[in-house]
């Protein structure tokens, strides 16, 4: 008389646990990116990023185009490109909202700023010009976002940097 013995499984192979190991970790990995914590240090460099991008771009499309542009900023987050076409001077875009919760001052040596106002008829209150020989009246940017800040420099003649 032979006698069998049931064998009965108890736990889990090496491998299901692999397989639900795998799966953990894909679904760790896509979760996870939304879980960094934006900081106000990162959400500064981003807007510094992006507002030195702009105008770099607005003096280089002034010394391609050969003509005077002014920077303004319209309330406190806005800042606009103005161009002289046909005698007067238009307001072309919005070249940067800065976003809401992030506080900008502008800071430029107001004499030659002024003067350059008025030789080139511009009215309203100008921040930077950008001059068709690809310099600019110097000036600071200043972000801030609750106790951190950013500025943005531009010398006037070289490319504008952050500190």
Known sequence: ???????????FTLLELLVVLVILAALVGMV??????????????????????????????SWIEGSNSVLSQDGANH??????KEGKWHKLRTVYQIPS???????SDK?????GLDA???????VVI?????????FKIKLTLNDSNMSLIGDGVNEIRIQ
């Open 1 to 11: 008389m032979t006698t069998t013995t049931a064998f009965t499984q108890r736990g």
């Open 32 to 61: 996870t990116p939304y879980l960094a914590v934006n900081t106000d240090r990162d959400s500064l460099s981003k807007t510094s990023q992006a507002l030195r991008f702009a105008l770099q771009d607005m003096a280089d499309q």
């Open 79 to 84: 800042l606009d490109l103005w161009q002289r």
């Open 101 to 107: 919760n992030i506080l900008l001052t502008a800071k």
């Open 111 to 115: 004499e030659p700023l002024r003067k």
């Open 120 to 126: 080139l008829g511009f009215e309203k209150k100008g």
């Open 130 to 138: 950008f001059l068709s020989n690809g310099e600019y009246t110097p």
